[in-house]
């Protein structure tokens, strides 16, 4: 039988695990050459992309910090693969490297990051209110 101990980094590294998954399909999707790109998916797409970057692991940050923490860490870490990100795509075909869709993407995070924590918040406070009744 596993020890609390091992039970408990076996759960945080479960809720890395979608974060880790989506870093993956940001790092496909930024390997496609620039002529195969849907129309479309610049700006717009690397807000949406970060946004659930930064909502991924504000949940997951959410389980061992302070609101506010689990949000700076998510934004700090999004922001972080996202310039890497687009070093990356220096070395695909027809994709450069741009600072305003690195901006873009950090804009993204904090703004997936907010809401996630606001919403889980939201259902924590509503679970406990159900909970006493």
Known sequence: MASPGARSRSGRALAYAPAVAWMAVIFRLSSIPG????????????????????????LALKRDSATGTSIALAVLISSAYGATDEFHQHFVVMRTPDIVDWGVDTIGALIGAACASTLAAAAGARGRRRSRV
């Open 35 to 58: 002529s195969n790109l849907p129309g479309g998916y610049s700006t717009l797409g690397h807000f949406v992309v970060y946004a659930i970057l930064g909502a991924l692991l504000a």
